[in-house]
C-alpha cells in the first residue's frame, strides 16, 4: 500500500525556517514527480512546489526564493525547505505524488500524505 508521511510542521515566528519532509513507501519513488502542497485555514489547497524525478524543479511564484524542494530516492524521501517564512505561509502542507509527472492541480496526483501543520506568528 502507498503511502506518504509528512513531518517537520510546527510553529515558527515570521522570518524564521522550517523545514518538512515526506517519506514515502509502497511505491517506486525514483518514477515519481514529486510535490507539495498547502492548505490554509478556509481556503482551497494550493500547489506549492514540484520536483521531477529527474530533478527538475518548479515554484509558485509566492515561494520563489524562499522555498527550496529537494528528495533523496536512496531514502525515499522529498523536502521542503522554507526560509523567511511570513504569517501568510501558515497552512497545512500536503505531499503528493504524480507518475505523470509535475502539475499543479490535485487532479494529477497519485498519492497524497495526510499533512503537516506550519504555523508562523508575526
Known amino acids: 500500500e502507498a503511502q506518504l508521511v509528512e513531518s517537520g510542521g510546527g510553529l515558527v515566528q515570521a522570518g524564521g525556517s522550517l523545514r518538512l519532509s515526506c517519506i514515502a513507501s509502497?511505491?517506486?519513488?525514483?518514477?515519481?514527480?514529486m510535490s507539495w502542497f498547502r492548505q490554509a485555514p478556509g481556503k482551497e489547497r494550493v500547489w506549492v512546489s514540484c520536483?521531477?524525478?529527474?530533478?527538475?524543479?518548479y515554484y509558485a511564484d509566492p515561494m520563489k526564493g524562499r522555498f527550496t524542494i529537494s528528495r533523496d530516492n536512496a531514502k525515499n524521501t522529498v523536502y521542503l525547505q522554507m526560509n523567511s517564512l511570513k504569517p501568510e505561509d501558515t497552512a497545512v502542507y500536503y505531499c503528493?505524488?504524480?507518475?505523470?509527472?509535475?502539475?499543479?492541480?490535485?487532479?494529477?496526483?497519485?498519492?497524497w500524505g495526510q499533512g503537516t501543520q506550519v504555523t508562523v506568528s508575526s
Open positions: 503528493a505524488a504524480s507518475l505523470a509527472g509535475c502539475n499543479n492541480e490535485e487532479y494529477a496526483y497519485d498519492y
Open positions: 509502497g511505491f517506486t519513488f525514483d518514477d515519481y514527480a
Open positions: 520536483m521531477t524525478s529527474a530533478v527538475f524543479t
